[in-house]
T-cell receptor, first 114, second 113 residues
Framework: NAGVMQNPRHLVRRRGQEARLRCSPMKGHSHVYWYRQLPEEGLKFMVYLQKENIIDESGMPKERFSAEFPKEGPSILRIQQVVRGDSAAYFC????????????FGAGTRLSVL | QKEVEQNSGPLSVPEGAIASLNCTYSDRVSQSFFWYRQYSGKSPELIMSIYSNGDKEDGRFTAQLNKASQYVSLLIRDSQPSDSATYLCAVEGGGGSNYKLTFGKGTLLTVNP
C-alpha cells in the first residue's frame, strides 16, 4: 500500500517562474493538507482540501499561491511568479477522516528559487 | 494565535537512557495531540497520537497528556542512536478547525553511543 506520493522531490526555479507541486494521497484517503517548512522554522499549515473542494486556505498567501484537488488525479499546489522567499520544503499529508485526524506525510518537495 | 512550544534543545542522552521531550500548547479546546519524528532532510513520521488525559504506551514510547495543564510529553525508553532526530509536537486546531495541525519548532534529540 503506497504512502503519500509527492513529486518532484526537488524543484529548482528562477525568480518569476511557476512551480507546480503534486501530491497523491494514500489509497482510500480523501483529505489532503499542504504544509510549508521554512529553514529553522516549524511546519506551517497552508491549505486543506477534499475532492474538488477547498475547505480551508487560511494559511496560504493571498497572492501567487493556489491549490486544487480535482476529481481525478493528484492534488496540485501552484506557486506563480516565485520569489526567493518561497524556497522551502513543501509537505503534503493525507488522512482517512477528520475524527482521528491522523495525518500521514509525503516525502516533500524541496523548492529552490534562484 | 494558537501556539505550540517545545524546548529547542539539543537534548543529548546516552544510549540506553530515557529521553524526555516536552510540549505546551495554548488552545484549551484542542482534543488531539501527536508526536512526529523527523530525520534531517526527511519528512515527518508519526510516532504517537493521544486524545485522553493520562499515559499511552507503544513499545519504547510513552506519550503523556495533561489537558488541565495544557501539557503533552513523550518519553523514549532505552534510547538508541537511531532515535537521534528532531521530534515535533503537533496539536489539532480544536473547534471547527480540528483538521489543522499546529506544530512546535521541534526538539533535536541526540543519543550518544
Amino acid at each position: 500500500n503506497a504512502g503519500v506520493m509527492q513529486n518532484p522531490r526537488h524543484l529548482v526555479r528562477r525568480r518569476g517562474q511557476e512551480a507546480r507541486l503534486r501530491c497523491s494521497p494514500m489509497k482510500g484517503h480523501s483529505h489532503v493538507y499542504w504544509y510549508r517548512q521554512l529553514p529553522e522554522e516549524g511546519l506551517k499549515f497552508m491549505v486543506y482540501l477534499q475532492k474538488e473542494n477547498i475547505i480551508d486556505e487560511s494559511g496560504m498567501p493571498k497572492e501567487r499561491f493556489s491549490a486544487e484537488f480535482p476529481k481525478e488525479g493528484p492534488s496540485i499546489l501552484r506557486i506563480q511568479q516565485v520569489v526567493r522567499g518561497d524556497s522551502a520544503a513543501y509537505f503534503c499529508a493525507s488522512s482517512l477522516d477528520r475524527v482521528s485526524n491522523i495525518q500521514y506525510f509525503g516525502a516533500g518537495t524541496r523548492l529552490s528559487v534562484l | 494565535q494558537k501556539e505550540v512550544e517545545q524546548n529547542s534543545g539539543p537534548l543529548s542522552v546516552p544510549e540506553g537512557a530515557i529521553a524526555s521531550l516536552n510540549c505546551t500548547y495554548s488552545d484549551r479546546v484542542s482534543q488531539s495531540f501527536f508526536w512526529y519524528r523527523q530525520y534531517s532532510g526527511k519528512s515527518p513520521e508519526l510516532i504517537m497520537s493521544i486524545y485522553s488525559n493520562g499515559d499511552k504506551e507503544d513499545g519504547r514510547f510513552t506519550a503523556q497528556l495533561n489537558k488541565a495543564s495544557q501539557y503533552v510529553s513523550l518519553l523514549i525508553r532505552d534510547s538508541q542512536p537511531s532515535d537521534s532526530a528532531t521530534y515535533l509536537c503537533a496539536v489539532e486546531g480544536g473547534g471547527g478547525s480540528n483538521y489543522k495541525l499546529t506544530f512546535g519548532k521541534g526538539t533535536l534529540l541526540t543519543v550518544n553511543p
